[in-house]
């Protein structure tokens, strides 16, 4: 298995990658680390004429804390999310997210603009950033905007990108202090793709009452999505054991679950029912910690 | 399209086609058949090598991807007839049967033991989570690389 032929241009900067895919137009497609990319091409899904590296672009390869946000970079790979102290300290969820993600091989070389990018339904990231409430940076040659995470998965590996747009950055406000945090996932054994994955963030104020929740669900639906219906019956209450089991309960409120030779759509609800609970617990038990 | 780079500390250079994958130009360019093409789709690992030092499965890179890089292969691994001390663990505790996960297994636990000298048996199992076995049954894996963990601490204790 191999692509189809294509032209193979390395970007130095952000400008000759937009120029480049302004030039080609629908014929190019942006490579970084490749591990959604390639696959497609092997299996000859896609065939573009042009492949754009965008992934030796320094400041793209960048983790940085500037003005109160902490910005990742759109080729920065999954070890180095798992890994960077800055991550770990002030977005622990999206460092564990990370490091949950397929395997070493795959966390070595993939990156989580390509993640994000590409919004395969059962990618690990998009729970992560839409339970920190990412912000998503796209350059185009007439300027950059943010969208928001909620804004930016649209359908089944459909994104606001638009064409003409290079995904740069993804940017978050650190997580509170003391807030607890959990990634859960139903892994499919093989690929270790999410069946199921969860991702949840929350603070206990000072009488114990959870506030701020946030859970970001991948692998349900056709997009992930946030719990809202979860978020809403834990956000107020003091979060015991029935507390938690009775807000995960809405996990699956209002999806359509996906099915497949893995998991049935009921048995993907239940899945998403249990890992929330789970998570809830997880994170619960960590802001208490 | 022209590409350099080092294999196993010897540099090369070579014209490939850019769709050629980084596997493909190991084996068929190079000349290197240790690293084996197992399913293709980035499960199974047989193709793992390092570049740059990091494990990554070669069925899904792009030999044009890995210009100016640094590879090691299985083929890398014995220094002045030596084996490497995760080869001789694999030997010594029956880590393989037929043999044709053996490569990308030794890499990926090559890659482990650089980061980690002294892994759990929990720690070997998450490492070499993309690294399929249908013989052994991963037990006999497992200790060949506790044998290579404990050597190679040894090692560095003596010396």
Redesign the interface.
């Known amino acids: ?8 241009h ?1 970007a130095a900067s952000v400008k000759e990658a937009l120029g480049l895919i302004q030039q080609y137009g629908d014929e190019a497609r942006l ?1 970084s680390g ?2 959604s990319l ?2 497609i ?2 299996l000859r899904l896609a065939q573009p004429r042009h ?1 754009v ?1 965008i ?1 030796r672009i320094a400041e793209l390869g960048q983790i940085a804390e500037e003005g109160g946000r902490i910005s990742v970079g759109a080729a920065v790979r999954h ?1 180095q999310v798992h890994i960077s102290e800055l991550l770990r300290s002030k977005l622990g969820l999206l460092a564990e997210c990370a490091g949950n993600i ?5 966390r ?2 993939g990156t989580i603009g390509g993640s994000l990018a590409h919004s395969d339904p059962a990618a690990d990231y998009p729970a992560a950033v839409l339970a920190l409430e990412g912000e998503v940076r796209l350059e185009s040659a007439a300027g950059a905007r943010s969208v928001k995470a909620e804004d930016f998965f649209i359908d089944l590996m459909t994104t606001a990108i638009r064409p003409g747009e290079i995904l740069t950055a993804v940017s978050f406000a650190p997580m509170p202090a003391g807030a607890g945090f959990a990634y859960f996932k139903h892994r499919q054994p ?3 793709f999410a069946i199921v994955g969860v991702a949840a963030c929350l603070r206990l104020d000072k009488g114990g009452t959870c506030q701020g929740a946030r859970v970001g669900m991948t692998g349900l639906g056709a997009k992930a999505f946030r719990a809202k219906a979860v978020e809403n019956a834990l956000n107020g209450k003091a979060p015991d054991a029935k507390a938690l089991a009775d807000a995960a309960v809405h996990a699956a409120d209002g999806i359509d679950p996906l099915f497949d030779i893995h998991a049935s759509a009921d048995f993907r609800a239940e899945l998403a029912r249990v890992y929330t609970r789970r998570a809830l617990e997880s994170a619960v038990a960590r802001a208490r910690h | ?1 022209r590409l350099t780079l080092t294999i196993n500390n010897q540099r090369r250079e070579d014209y490939v ?5 980084l596997v ?1 130009y190991l084996r068929d360019v190079a000349g290197l058949t240790g690293t084996h093409v197992g399913c ?4 199974c ?1 047989a193709c ?1 090598v390092l ?1 740059d030092g ?4 070669s ?4 030999a ?2 890995a ?1 100016g890089a640094e590879i090691i292969t299985v083929e890398g691994l014995v220094h002045d007839g030596q084996l490497h001390p995760v080869q001789e663990g694999f030997w010594e505790e029956h880590g393989l049967q037929c043999g044709y996960c053996t490569p990308g297994m030794i890499m ?1 636990s090559v ?2 033991l650089r980061r980690n000298s002294n892994p759990s048996e929990a720690e070997i199992r998450h ?1 070499l ?4 076995c249908r013989c052994t049954g991963y037990q006999h894996i497992i200790k060949a690389v506790q044998y290579a963990a404990n050597k190679m601490r040894s090692g560095k204790a003596a010396a």
């Open positions: 298995m191999f692509p189809s032929e294509f032209e193979y390395r490579l490749g591990h390639l696959p091409l092997k492949l590296d992934a070890h397929g395997d070493v091989q795959v070595n070389r093989a690929s270790g | 399209m086609e850019p769709r050629m994958l493909h293709e789709t980035s499960l690992g793992t570049v990091n494990a990554v499965k069925c899904t890179m792009l044009v991807q210009d990926a890659d482990l490492a989570e993309g690294n399929l």
